[in-house]
């Protein structure tokens, strides 16, 4: 049976829309960068719904959160069974059963031997200031070395990290001090990353005062790179060999998306420390540091968190890991083998495509000038991105000139096979002149 999107009835944005995105423009915050006119009204799967009827394939899934696609049943059902129960209980002061249960999953479900404890946040950039105020208690040290590229969040802790964009940090200092910055390992623009950390060790700070490395596993805002295995194990090294503690940023790779519950899994390397949230709780706001046991050292009463593992979140994730183990992750792992197999036969016929890479539901496909010396095509983004969503394909872009690939974990082959014509008539549209 053929499914009944994408469907455009009315060009987007339709006469229902453009009252919304008015509204939104007299009384929202400046600050919110509205990447194209899309309007929700509802979503089924990986199908999204205007409010003007046209539907649309989601290959965004909200920016890797929808994991589960859009009103799964599981999820909803256990998401309203826990508001008919109780929609808060501070977890920080009080106990309940859906946010023990939680905690004990992720602890389990983390890799490697050691015993794990999970602290339980609201959202991604809470996961990561909670995880510099850990690392900076355990070790009793003050600096972090983070990446060039890297994306950890908007909070103040967060944007010093961070290193993606001038416009999240431009006027917004001083920022946390203690924070280094090197390059991360990009096998399509090779850099000098290993010179830089000896350079770095020689001439700035030592060693034994690094208090953590934080790292994406695989880099989300800053393109969808996945680096070397030298790269991680030189900084899994390092921070065995120096007593600092190794960070993975997984709130965007983690749950399943790379076709294992953890990148870290699918990458081959353990961190001591693991964020996660965005896909967590199937679009509930849900976040989680999960922690070695002997890096977990914090004091009692020392972190903790209003609204941190609320309950319907809580339920939601329960709902959303037993789904992501019982088939979604393995169809992340097949529906991604079609979509990297798809899109590298495109690049054989679009020569503005310089790279595909990626793992699972998470690809990116780098667009350049020219395939030699891979000078990125820097506006392409934002037109594919346009008119993939007049035809009724989501997408969005990442790095300079990249499109990422994160659908919900639910889409099958037709699904693949609907996003690979679009994407196809885009670039041959793009590329005619006028």
């Not at 050691?114 to 900076?136: D, H």
């Amino acid at each position: 049976m053929a499914k009944n999107y994408p469907f455009i009835g009315v060009v987007p944005p339709g006469p229902n829309a453009e009252k919304i995105i008015a509204q939104d423009a007299r009384y929202a915050s400046t600050s919110y960068i509205k990447e194209y006119p899309l309007v929700a009204a509802r979503g089924l799967g990986a199908m999204v719904e205007d409010v003007d009827g046209n539907r649309y394939l989601d290959m965004m899934a909200g920016i890797a959160v929808s994991s589960t696609g859009y009103a799964h049943p599981t999820v909803v059902a256990a998401a309203t069974e826990q508001l008919n129960r109780f929609s808060h209980m501070c977890a920080t002061d009080f106990y309940y059963p859906v946010f023990a249960q939680l905690c004990e999953r992720l602890a389990k479900l983390a890799p490697g031997p050691e015993p794990k404890r999970v602290f339980l946040t609201n959202s991604g950039t809470e996961a990561v200031e909670g995880a510099i105020k850990l690392a900076r208690s355990h070790t009793k040290r003050q600096y972090i070395i983070s990446f060039h590229g890297s994306f950890h969040g908007r909070s103040m802790g967060a944007i010093s990290l961070g290193s993606s964009k001038v416009k999240y940090r431009r006027h917004f200092g001083p920022l946390m001090p203690g924070v280094h910055h090197l390059p991360y390992d990009n096998p399509y623009h090779p850099t000098n990353w290993r010179d830089a950390a000896e350079n770095l060790f020689r001439e700035r700070v030592g060693e034994d005062e690094i208090a953590a490395v934080i790292m994406e596993p695989i880099l989300g805002e800053g393109g969808y790179v996945i680096p070397s295995r030298d790269f991680l194990d030189f900084w899994r090294d390092f921070c065995d060999e120096h007593g600092a503690v190794l960070i993975f940023d997984e709130v965007q790779s983690g749950v399943g998306r790379t076709g294992q519950m953890f990148a870290s899994q699918a990458l081959g390397v353990t961190p001591d420390i693991t964020l996660l949230a965005k896909g967590l709780g199937s679009g509930l706001p849900i976040g989680a540091i999960v922690a070695k046991e002997s890096v977990m050292s914090w004091g009692h009463g020392s972190h903790g968190s209003t609204f941190g593992g609320n309950p319907v979140g809580c339920a939601a994730a329960l709902a959303t890991l037993d789904l992501v183990e019982g088939g979604l992750m393995a169809n992340a792992a097949a529906m991604g083998s079609l979509l990297l197999a798809g899109f590298n036969e495109l690049k054989k016929k679009h020569d503005i495509i310089g790279d595909v890479r990626g793992v699972g539901l998470m690809i990116g496909v780098e667009f350049v000038k020219d395939r030699k010396t891979k000078e990125p095509i820097v506006h392409l983004v934002h037109e594919i991105e346009l008119a993939a969503f007049k035809k009724g394909l989501l997408l969005l872009g990442c790095g300079r000139s990249t499109i990422r690939i994160a659908p919900p974990l639910v889409i099958d082959a037709e699904d693949v096979r609907i996003a690979l014509r679009i994407f196809d008539e885009v670039l041959t549209e793009l590329r005619v002149p006028a």
